[in-house]
């Protein structure tokens, strides 16, 4: 399949390591996944709602959670964590898909949904993946996930297909 991107790229983004207060007055550090604590990623995942799970990931049971986790942080994944003192709010990763694509996930747990951290955590992934020589990026939303959907257009997603249940976006970095 080939996908549709925006002629332009993007502005630059911001880069890991940084910190951001959330709209709950936390400092929240964003940094690259390979400066976190692998179990403390484990925790989160253990502790994600199903109901918020997408295309069956993240796993559900902690066996599968390291398998995915243990793909994903060693290979040629990029990904970016959001840590609120010894807690990990929140995970982004840029998965290899064809040569020159690379699909956007992004995880955030419940209870710190709503704050921004979402944001922070996108940008920060795309600005990471710009200096990793990554231009293409794309994501799946399902179309009626109205907060998703602002957020990848407000850091300059653009729609490329909505066709299904669920709406292709697309940025060129």
């Known amino acids: ?7 332009e790229p993007a502005e630059a983004f911001p880069q890991p390591p ?3 207060t959330d709209r709950k007055d936390r400092p929240i550090d964003v940094i690259p996944a390979d400066d976190a604590d692998t179990e403390s990623l484990v925790e989160m995942y253990l502790d994600f709602d199903p109901a918020d799970r997408a295309q069956g990931i993240p ?6 959670i390291r398998e995915w986790l243990e793909t994903i942080l060693d290979g040629d994944c990029v990904n970016v964590v959001a840590k609120h003192d010894d807690t990990v709010a929140g995970h982004a990763t ?3 898909d064809n ?5 956007l996930a992004i995880f955030v747990l419940q209870a ?6 979402g944001t922070a ?3 920060t992934l795309l600005g990471y993946g710009q200096t990793e020589g990554i231009d293409h990026v794309w994501l799946t939303v399902e179309r009626w996930n109205d907060p998703a959907i602002s957020l990848y257009e407000k850091v300059g997603f653009e729609i490329s297909s909505a066709e299904s249940f669920e709406i292709e976006m697309a940025i060129r970095l």
């Not at 399949?1 to 002629?7: A, G, Q």
Request: hydrophobic share 30%; aromatic share 6%.
């Open 18 to 20: 940084r910190t951001i």
């Open 99 to 103: 040569e020159d694509e690379h699909e």
């Open 59 to 64: 796993p559900v049971k902690e066996e599968a």
């Open 121 to 123: 955590l996108v940008e």
């Open 1 to 7: 399949m080939t996908r549709t991107y925006p002629d």
């Open 94 to 96: 840029l998965v290899p």
């Open 112 to 117: 710190y949904q709503g704050a921004g951290i």
